[in-house]
């Protein structure tokens, strides 16, 4: 279960406004829609649940009730408004917690692509941990909780869309990949303009998204139709995690992307 519920703040969706409330609130909210969806829950399931600094503390004081708190990932935004009085907020937080302590975690399919700026050899000049290639150095390393080579779609992104806070596949691309085989069932309870869904159907799975606002549905169902024809992921390329900058989107790299292991349509 992926889940990107609205944030401890004072927003506006569409026609529905969110106010900000004290900790202790926002945590009541939280265990209103959480405690329903214990019942559904294999034994075996991955939960994420998506944050900023404001509504964190609350994720995890809810999140321990149900589930085992796993980790916490950061990751960059890369953008965000400047402030004069305060530090720019450019991170959130994505608590990953588990049913049990059987669950299933795939770190072979999440492996990140780095460039190499200070290479290490062994004693013979031969490269340790990483290979030269024509477009440079790159090591081949596990993944942390710290993600820094995510982008937030922009205008010029085939993914894009007109939500305010929507996710970038290549985020949602991590986590199905690592908690979820070809086949098993991703859900998501606020699915908004459909990275989840989008994403699982690119990379075989089942999916169930829902979504209160019928605008975003529209979105998401437009989006699914395009994933039958072209199931490329931004920034995952040959079964790696591209670092940020690292690589050129071409025409040939999306081209490549194309040639991956088809979609189930679903």
């Not at 649940?49 to 999140?63: H, M, P, T, Y």
């Not at 965000?80 to 072979?108: M, P």
Request: charged residues 30%; contains cysteine.
């Amino acid at each position: 279960m992926f889940a990107d519920p609205p944030y401890n703040l004072t927003k506006s969706f569409n026609d529905r406004k969110f106010k900000q409330t004290s900790i202790d609130e926002y945590s009541e909210w939280l265990d209103s829609w959480l405690s329903q969806t214990v019942r559904i829950l294999k034994r075996t399931a991955s939960i994420y649940i998506c944050g900023d600094w404001r509504s964190s503390a609350a994720i995890q004081r809810v999140g321990e009730k149900y589930f085992i708190p796993q980790n916490r990932i950061t990751w960059e935004r890369e953008k965000g408004r400047g402030a004069k009085s305060n530090w720019k907020n450019c991170s959130e937080d994505i608590w990953f917690f588990t049913v049990s302590d059987d669950y299933y975690f795939n770190v072979e399919a999440v492996m990140l692509k780095r460039q190499v700026i200070a290479p290490y050899t062994h004693s013979n000049g031969e490269p340790k941990d990483w290979t030269e290639t024509k477009n440079g150095r790159f090591r081949v390393t596990h993944p942390s909780n710290l993600w820094t080579d995510i982008t937030v779609p922009y205008w010029s992104m085939p993914e894009n869309t007109d939500h305010p806070t929507q996710k970038p596949e290549k985020l949602l691309a991590k986590i199905v990949l690592a908690s979820s085989r070809e086949g098993d069932l991703v859900f998501d309870p606020f699915n908004g303009s459909g990275t989840t869904t989008v994403v699982a159907k690119k990379l075989g799975r089942h999916y169930l998204g829902v979504e209160i606002d019928e605008g975003y549905c529209c979105l998401a169902q437009k989006r699914l139709e395009v994933a039958s024809e072209d199931q490329t992921i931004q920034g995952y390329i040959d079964g790696v995690f591209w670092e940020r900058n690292s690589k050129k989107y071409s025409r040939k790299g999306a081209k490549e992307a194309k040639t991956q292991r088809p979609a189930r349509i679903i």
